[in-house]
Nanobody, 126 residues
Framework: VQLQASGGGLLQSGGSLRLSCAAS????????MAWFRRAPGKEREFVAA????????SYVDSVKGRFTISRDNPKNTMYLQMDSLKPEDTAVYYC????????????????????WGQGTLVTVSS
């Protein structure tokens, strides 16, 4: 499975951006898909994740109400709609996909995701 993230850019605080993550290859086994980010000088952070059906989602508290994760399975694509962006959202955003199901719920730790995209930079100026 290969993941290609796109949609990053430079924008002002309060703006909106939509990231995309296109999956290719043997995508039939993908269950959860997620977005992580790494801000300058910080550790990689979970942002949001979505189940295979799209019925279940999970967000880090700092983006709840501002970001929306979704996926289009026929297109093998996941999205992250980011609204009301803040300077602290500045980071490289990575998409990830996992093939295992966890009955405890949507995983938030990177090791649960087997496949990773190359990252797309989002810069929010104040």
């Amino acid at each position: 499975v290969q993941l290609q993230a796109s949609g990053g850019g430079l924008l002002q605080s309060g703006g909106s951006l939509r990231l995309s993550c296109a999956a290719s290859g043997r995508t039939g086994g993908i269950h959860y898909m997620a977005w992580f980010r790494r801000a300058p000088g910080k550790e990689r952070e979970f942002v949001a994740a979505i189940s295979r059906s799209g019925d279940s989602t999970s967000y880090v508290d700092s983006v709840k109400g501002r970001f929306t994760i979704s996926r289009d399975n026929p297109k093998n694509t996941m999205y992250l709609q980011m609204d009301s962006l803040k300077p602290e959202d500045t980071a490289v955003y990575y998409c990830a996909a996992g093939t295992s199901y966890y009955p405890t719920g949507i995983p938030r730790i990177p090791t649960r995701y087997r496949y990773w995209g190359q990252g797309t930079l989002v810069t929010v100026s104040s």
